[in-house]
């Protein structure tokens, strides 16, 4: 069993791309021909620093940076469609690089993880996998060139008294005491410094730019700080380690990277950016132009939280089950809730790239995910909460099959047989002793269509001695079974889906909610304070026969019950498991189904 596949259609989630701002400035850029001077080998010697230099002649260059400290989210899904699109749509290549300068923090867990995510989502980076410790000795070649030209010292106050001597956003920093140490004064203890001479702490190595600056990242930030740590990719050769926002413009140049998109926050980086390409440019060390940075809004998405750092509190506290819990905002999440790339996709493309922050609505990404699925997935039929329907007048023994469509707008699918018997499962709530008025489906003298089967007729029900409904007994028409012949004639509002008792498979289904109860968590109290108790639930379902051994991560429709996906991690054969996606329509707010 495959999910199903369209070859005459294509999907929304296939669209073209649509227009932005950050588009509009890479196609004024190419019809200038700004990079086209570009020497694509890399910067001279550039091998000595990373063997892979891009040079393929690629017309721009982009890169996704994820720092390999946890997995990547949907938020990150927004910037891998626009950086790979761009590189796509514009004649490109887009780097999927590791800023991994922070070793105290980064596991190869992570790295795997966003490996995974980025081909689930549908792209391929190629030759171009990269990580800021290739440039490690670069960067510290480029840091004791500051030195020596003056623009960089070391200073040996405490976190405390930097912090103190920044001074605000109204008012302006006091130099630091060590900053007008000699160059060779300054040369010693950096060698110091990365030669495991001095504590955690005890110095750090700044930038000399401007402590009055209006900018606060420009008042001599911190560009090297010594870490005792051991690293992933080169272990114990480093005592000291990069500032992400030193190493990340080195990185976009040495790479040849034209076009670095970046979320908003880093809008009051980019002077330090630039200030940093051009006094490495003066120096001889880098290629001119320098690569261009430019911000976008992030993604705020309602009842969800994407600060990384509350979602690694949500894992290590048990709160949810891992990094791939189907109720997290994690790529690796989403996918195993169901959620398939190409409705991710078509998210990112509709929600569009701003330059203004604003918070989209979950159930946006809900219908683009439930759009997709419509299209591909097969529809099958689940009872989630079962109660046994009997059909008195139907001979005992007997059995036939309704022929059922694989998915109802593709008949190249093909249909299935679904065994019928005169013992079925229905849904509980499909049947009410004391209907209100307007209500069409199983009630004391009612009648309604068994879905692709016949017509039948309430006739008693069963119950226990605590008066619970156990058994609801029918009769039936056989003159109506579903495509035979004048099967149509009789018309009733009502349709229900069934199983038949006799072959029906028990199976495990997981119905997932939003993870947090209002729109906004945390923004009036503490986050956890905001989780949804009713974000899981767990049901024993009977399915149809031919779920039993349905494959980990195919995808179905459950017939009038939401979009289902055989659990990647817990399925087996002959054992079942399913988790809900989403459900038929939006129904946030209102009672479960």
């Not at 600060?307 to 894992?315: G, T, Y």
């Not at 791939?324 to 790529?331: I, K, S």
């Not at 109290?525 to 991560?553: H, M, Q, W, Y």
Request: aromatic share 10%; with cysteine; hydrophobic share 35%.
């Amino acid at each position: 069993m495959s999910d199903a596949t369209t070859k005459s259609k294509k999907t929304a989630a296939q669209a073209p791309s649509t227009s932005n701002f950050i588009r509009t400035i890479v196609e004024q850029d190419l019809a200038a021909e700004k990079y086209a001077s570009r020497t694509w080998g890399g910067r001279p010697g550039s091998a000595k620093v990373h063997a892979g230099a891009p040079r393929d002649p690629a017309k721009i260059r982009t890169r996704f940076p994820p720092e390999p400290n946890g997995y990547l989210h949907i938020g990150h899904a927004k910037s891998v469609c626009l950086n790979f699109g761009l590189a796509r749509d514009y004649g490109g290549v887009c780097h999927l690089r590791f800023d991994d300068t922070n070793p105290e923090k980064e596991e190869q867990e992570y790295v795997d993880s966003i490996l995974a995510a980025v081909k689930w989502l549908g792209f391929d980076w190629g030759a171009h996998l990269y990580y800021a410790s290739d440039y490690f000795d670069f960067m510290y070649e480029a840091a004791e060139y500051l030195v020596r030209s003056g623009h960089a010292y070391v200073d040996s106050q405490s976190a405390e008294e930097m912090r103190a001597n920044r001074g605000t956003l109204t008012e302006p920093g006091n130099n630091s005491p060590y900053r007008n140490r000699s160059v060779d004064e300054n040369l010693k203890l950096l060698r110091e410094m990365r030669n495991g001479g001095h504590a955690d702490g005890a110095h750090v190595l700044r930038a000399k730019i401007d402590m009055a600056s209006p900018n606060i990242n420009l008042r001599d930030p911190a560009i090297y700080r010594v870490k005792k740590a051991s690293h992933h990719r080169t272990g114990d050769k480093w005592c000291v380690y990069p500032m992400y926002t030193y190493a990340h413009p080195i990185e976009d140049e040495l790479e040849n990277v034209t076009h670095s998109i970046c979320t908003l926050e880093f809008e009051d980086q980019r002077p330090f950016y630039d200030w940093l390409l051009e006094r490495l440019a003066e120096g001889g060390l880098l290629l001119r132009p320098p690569p261009q940075q430019i911000e976008f809004a992030r993604l705020n998405l309602t009842y969800v939280v994407l600060s990384k750092r509350r979602l690694i509190q949500l894992v290590e506290e048990g709160r949810v089950d891992g990094w791939d819990d189907p109720r997290m905002p994690t790529l690796a999440g989403a996918r195993r809730r169901g959620f398939t790339p190409e409705g991710l996709r078509l998210f990112a493309e509709r929600i569009g790239v701003a330059k203004a922050d604003s918070w989209i609505d979950y159930a946006i990404l809900e219908n683009c995910v439930r759009e997709d699925l419509n299209e591909r997935a097969e529809r099958r039929i689940a009872v989630l909460d079962p109660v046994k329907l009997v059909i008195d007048n139907y001979p005992a023994g007997k059995e036939e099959d309704c022929r059922a469509p694989n998915h109802p707008q593709k008949p190249e699918l093909g249909r299935r047989a679904l065994p019928f018997t005169r013992e079925l499962w229905i849904e509980r709530e499909d049947f009410m002793e004391n209907p209100p008025k307007g209500y069409f489906r199983l009630a004391p003298g009612a009648e309604v269509r068994l879905r692709y089967a016949y017509l039948v007729r309430c006739v008693s029900v069963e119950k226990d001695a605590l008066g619970n409904l156990t058994a609801i007994h029918c009769t039936y028409d056989p003159e109506t079974k579903s495509g035979a012949p004048g099967a149509e004639t009789r018309k009733v509002k009502g349709n229900i889906h069934w199983l038949s008792a006799k072959h029906a498979h028990a199976a495990e289904v997981r119905l997932y909610d939003r993870l947090f109860k209002v729109p906004q968590p945390g923004t009036e109290r503490d986050f956890l304070e905001d989780l949804n108790p009713g974000s899981k639930k767990i049901l024993t379902a009977c399915v149809e026969p031919a779920l039993g051994n349905a494959r980990p991560e195919v995808r179905f429709q459950f017939e009038r019950k939401g979009f289902f996906v055989a659990d990647p991690k817990d399925s087996k054969p002959g054992a079942p498991v399913f988790n809900r996606a989403v459900t038929l329509r939006d129904s946030w707010g209102k009672p479960p189904a």
